[in-house]
């Protein structure tokens, strides 16, 4: 039987999360090693060696070790091709550029501002810090923008990169289910024509429902 792969970080994180999902999207086996960001074990000496930033996460197969979630899905994708969701990233050359184009949409463009309404609205409070309203609002307004042209293009096709779930689509859960369901800005999303269906559709993934029952866990 093939080792599992180890992925360094806790499942409530938005790049964990990623990983998580791309690897039982892909059926391949894991094993997760608990790393405390509270206590700051990110940024101890062994796991620097694995991960140069410090953050998570962090990812070792066999005698490889990779960081950068959307790396690190890529990678998993490439890998382990013949198992599980055999087109999470794409089948073609043609397939694989429309989901890169969508998954450098994603992170260029979806990432800044939600991850930074993640952070303000979901997690400062939890953490004591003061929000910063100017840059909630600017977020907002650029996240909006974002979502419009998502409106459009789902409006054509059933998912970002086309009529098949891929991990284009995927890459988008971490952040969306802190939006949707820890903020009172869900609506950005549920209320928008075609991202409302798409957000449904996405988020009751088994593969997704299971890192949502993972982080409930931790
Ligand atoms: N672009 C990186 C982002 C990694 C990242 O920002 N991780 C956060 C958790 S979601 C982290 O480690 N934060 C703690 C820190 O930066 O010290 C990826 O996608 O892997």
Known sequence: MATPVKVYGPPLSTAVSRVLA???EKDVDFQLISINLAKGEHK???FIKIQPFGQVPAFQDEN??????RAICRYICEKYKEKGNKGLYGTNPLAKASVDQWLEAEGQSFNPPSSALVFQLAFAPRMKLK???GLIKQSEAKLAKVLDVYKKRLGETQFLAGDEFSLADLSHLPNTQYLVNATDRGELFTSRENVGRW???ISSRESWKKVVEMQKST
């Open 64 to 69: 490889i070790s990779l960081f950068e979630s």
């Open 199 to 201: 957000w449904g559709e």
């Open 44 to 46: 101890k000496a062994d």
């Open 22 to 24: 791309c690897l039982l």
């Open 131 to 133: 929000q910063d309203e």
